[in-house]
C-alpha cells in the first residue's frame, strides 16, 4: 500500500498546497467549534434541561472533554491501521467516524423525549468524535515546514494555525444568524441542529483537501518527516521531549477555549449580556486573530520562534488583568484575547517537531500534540467556569496565568537541552 501511495505522488505549486492546507484546517476547526459552542449554548438546555444552568453547563463541559482525551487513543490505534490501508485509507476512515458522529449529535432526541439516554448518547458521540480527530491527524504542519523555501519556515508554519481562527469565525457566524433570527423555541428545538448538518458538507471537503496533500511531493525530507516510528524506540529515545513538548503549546491551547467558549458560558449564567453580542464581539476578535497568526509567522521568521512563544507568555499577565471586564465590558477582553491567541497559536505547532530528530518527527509530534490538547484544552471551559463560580474571575485569571508560566518553564528547559546537543556535537 506504501509503494502504490508513493507511486501517485505529484509535485504541485507551493501557492496550491497553501490553499488546500488552509481549506483542510478551516473544515476541521469548523467542526470543532461547532461543537464547542453548542457545548455553552445549547447543550445545558437540551441535555440537562433537570439540573440548574450552572450545574447543567459544567457536566457539559466534562462531555466535551471526552474527545480530547479519545485523540491519544486514536492516534495510537491509526499507527497500526495505517500500515495496512495507508495514510489515505486511515484518514479517510478517520473523517468518516468524525462525519457520522457529528450528523449523529444533531438527530439526537432532548433529555424530554428520551430522558437520561441523551445525554448519554451524547458522550458517546463525543468520544468518537475524538476518535475520528486524533485518526486524522496529518502532520500538515511538518508537510509545510518541509516545502517552504528557507527563512520563511515561520510565515509558511503559521498557514495551517490559520484554521483556528477561520474556522472559529464561520461556526460562530452560523450561531449568531440562527440566534439571532429564531425565537429560542425555534432555536433549541431545531435551530441548533443545521449547525452539525453543516458539518457533514464541510467534512467532504476536508477529505479531498487532505487527500490531495497526500498525493503531494514534498521532497525527501518531507518524506522522511511523515513516517511512522517503533512506538517501543519512540518513547525509549524521545519520552522526555514528548512530554515537554506537551507542555509547550499549554498556554495556547488554553486559551482556545478561554477567549472562545468560556466568554459564552460566564455571559448566559452570570450576566445580562445577549448572546449575539458576544459572538459579536467573538467575530470581531476572530477577525483580528487571523491578522496576529499571520504576524506570529513574519516575527517567528525576523526573529525566532522562541521570541514569538515568551513575547506571548509575557502578554498573558496583561489578559488576566482585563478578564473582569468579562463583567461589565466583555468586548475588551474578548478582543484582546483573540489578538493574544492569535499570536501565540500562530507558533504554537511549528515549534514542536523541531524537537524530534527527523525519524522520530511524524510520530513525536502526533503523541505531544494529542497529550498538548488533553493538557491545555480538553479541562479548560470547565476549570475556568467552576473557578470563576466558586473563587470569581480572578481565580480563572490564576488559571491563565499557570498555563504560562508552564510554557514558559518548558519553553526554557527544551531550550537547553538543544543548546546541550549541540555543544555535546
Same mark, same amino acid.
Given at each position: 500500500?506504501?509503494?502504490?501511495?508513493?507511486?501517485?505522488?505529484?509535485?504541485?505549486n507551493?501557492?496550491?498546497?497553501?490553499?488546500?492546507?488552509?481549506?483542510?484546517?478551516?473544515?476541521?476547526?469548523?467542526?470543532?467549534?461547532?461543537?464547542?459552542?453548542?457545548?455553552?449554548?445549547?447543550?445545558?438546555?437540551v441535555?440537562?434541561?433537570?439540573?440548574?444552568?450552572?450545574?447543567?453547563t459544567?457536566?457539559?463541559?466534562a462531555?466535551?472533554?471526552?474527545?480530547?482525551?479519545?485523540?491519544?487513543?486514536?492516534?495510537?490505534?491509526?499507527?497500526?491501521?495505517?500500515?495496512?490501508?495507508?495514510?489515505?485509507?486511515?484518514?479517510?476512515?478517520?473523517?468518516m467516524?468524525?462525519?457520522?458522529?457529528?450528523?449523529?449529535?444533531?438527530?439526537?432526541p432532548?433529555?424530554?423525549?428520551?430522558?437520561?439516554?441523551?445525554?448519554?448518547?451524547?458522550?458517546?458521540?463525543?468520544?468518537?468524535?475524538?476518535?475520528?480527530?486524533?485518526?486524522?491527524?496529518?502532520?500538515?504542519?511538518?508537510?509545510?515546514?518541509?516545502?517552504?523555501?528557507?527563512?520563511?519556515?515561520?510565515?509558511?508554519?503559521?498557514?495551517?494555525?490559520?484554521?483556528?481562527?477561520?474556522?472559529?469565525?464561520?461556526?460562530?457566524?452560523?450561531f449568531?444568524?440562527?440566534?439571532?433570527?429564531?425565537?429560542?423555541?425555534?432555536?433549541?428545538?431545531?435551530?441548533?441542529?443545521?449547525?452539525?448538518?453543516?458539518?457533514?458538507?464541510?467534512?467532504?471537503?476536508?477529505?479531498?483537501?487532505?487527500?490531495?496533500?497526500?498525493?503531494?511531493?514534498?521532497?525527501?525530507?518531507?518524506?522522511?518527516?511523515?513516517?511512522?516510528?517503533p512506538?517501543?524506540?519512540?518513547?525509549?529515545?524521545?519520552?522526555?521531549?514528548?512530554?515537554?513538548?506537551?507542555?509547550?503549546p499549554?498556554?495556547?491551547?488554553?486559551?482556545?477555549?478561554?477567549?472562545?467558549?468560556? *466568554? &459564552?458560558?460566564?455571559?448566559i $449564567?452570570f450576566?445580562? /449580556?445577549? !448572546?449575539?453580542?458576544?459572538?459579536? %464581539?467573538? +467575530?470581531? =476578535?476572530?477577525?483580528?486573530?487571523?491578522?496576529?497568526?499571520?504576524?506570529?509567522?513574519?516575527?517567528?521568521d525576523?526573529?525566532?520562534?522562541?521570541?514569538?512563544?515568551?513575547?506571548?507568555?509575557?502578554?498573558?499577565?496583561?489578559?488576566?488583568?482585563?478578564?473582569?471586564?468579562?463583567?461589565?465590558?466583555?468586548?475588551?477582553?474578548?478582543?484582546?484575547?483573540f489578538?493574544?491567541?492569535?499570536?501565540?497559536?500562530?507558533?504554537?505547532s511549528?515549534?514542536?517537531?523541531?524537537r524530534?530528530?527527523p525519524?522520530?518527527?511524524?510520530?513525536?509530534?502526533?503523541?505531544?500534540?494529542?497529550?498538548?490538547?488533553?493538557?491545555?484544552?480538553?479541562f479548560? *471551559? &470547565?476549570?475556568?467556569?467552576? $473557578?470563576?463560580?466558586? /473563587?470569581? !474571575?480572578?481565580?480563572?485569571?490564576? %488559571?491563565? +496565568?499557570? =498555563?504560562?508560566?508552564?510554557?514558559?518553564?518548558s519553553?526554557?528547559?527544551?531550550?537547553?537541552?538543544?543548546?546541550?546537543?549541540?555543544?555535546?556535537?
Open positions: 500500500m506504501a509503494n502504490t501511495e508513493a507511486a501517485t505522488l505529484h509535485h504541485v507551493l501557492d496550491d498546497v497553501v490553499t488546500t492546507v488552509v481549506m483542510a484546517r478551516v473544515t476541521d476547526f469548523f467542526g470543532f467549534f461547532v461543537y464547542a459552542i453548542a457545548s455553552a449554548m445549547v447543550f445545558p438546555t441535555f440537562f434541561p433537570h439540573l440548574d444552568p450552572l450545574t447543567g459544567m457536566w457539559s463541559f462531555l466535551f472533554s471526552l474527545a480530547f482525551l479519545a485523540r491519544p487513543i486514536a492516534s495510537m490505534a491509526s499507527r497500526t491501521l495505517q500500515h495496512k490501508i495507508g495514510r489515505g485509507g486511515k484518514i479517510t476512515l478517520a473523517l467516524v468524525l462525519g457520522c458522529s457529528t450528523v449523529t449529535i444533531g438527530l439526537l432532548s433529555y424530554e423525549k428520551i430522558g437520561w439516554l441523551a445525554p448519554l448518547s451524547l458522550g458517546v458521540l463525543r468520544f468518537l468524535q475524538g476518535l475520528g480527530l486524533g485518526g486524522a491527524w496529518d502532520g500538515i504542519t511538518l508537510q509545510l515546514k518541509s516545502a517552504a523555501p528557507k527563512n520563511r519556515e515561520g510565515l509558511y508554519g503559521m498557514v495551517p494555525q490559520l484554521g483556528g481562527p477561520i474556522g472559529f469565525c464561520v461556526a460562530a457566524s452560523l449568531y444568524v440562527l440566534e439571532g433570527f429564531l425565537t429560542p423555541e425555534e432555536f433549541y428545538s431545531y435551530g441548533w441542529r443545521f449547525a452539525f448538518f453543516a458539518v457533514m458538507a464541510v467534512n467532504v471537503v476536508a477529505l479531498f483537501a487532505r487527500l490531495r496533500l497526500l498525493t503531494t511531493d514534498f521532497g525527501a525530507d518531507g518524506e522522511t518527516s511523515m513516517k511512522s516510528a512506538l517501543s524506540e519512540l518513547l525509549r529515545s524521545e519520552g522526555r521531549t514528548i512530554l515537554l513538548s506537551a507542555l509547550l499549554l498556554c495556547s491551547y488554553a486559551l482556545f477555549h478561554m477567549v472562545t467558549v468560556f *466568554p &459564552l458560558s460566564y455571559a $449564567l450576566t445580562d /449580556f445577549s !448572546l449575539t453580542d458576544i459572538l459579536l %464581539y467573538e +467575530l470581531i =476578535g476572530g477577525t483580528l486573530a487571523i491578522g496576529t497568526v499571520i504576524l506570529s509567522g513574519v516575527l517567528a525576523r526573529f525566532s520562534r522562541r521570541v514569538v512563544l515568551w513575547i506571548s507568555c509575557a502578554l498573558v499577565p496583561l489578559l488576566c488583568l482585563s478578564i473582569g471586564t468579562l463583567a461589565t465590558q466583555p468586548a475588551i477582553y474578548i478582543i484582546l484575547g489578538m493574544l491567541l492569535g499570536l501565540s497559536y500562530g507558533q504554537s511549528t515549534i514542536v517537531p523541531n524530534f530528530e525519524k522520530f518527527r511524524y510520530s513525536g509530534s502526533a503523541l505531544a500534540t494529542n497529550l498538548s490538547w488533553i493538557l491545555g484544552a480538553a479548560a *471551559p &470547565l476549570v475556568g467556569l467552576f $473557578l470563576a463560580a466558586q /473563587f470569581g !474571575l480572578a481565580a480563572t485569571a490564576m %488559571y491563565m +496565568l499557570s =498555563g504560562a508560566i508552564v510554557t514558559a518553564g519553553l526554557y528547559v527544551l531550550s537547553n537541552v538543544v543548546e546541550k546537543k549541540k555543544a555535546a556535537s
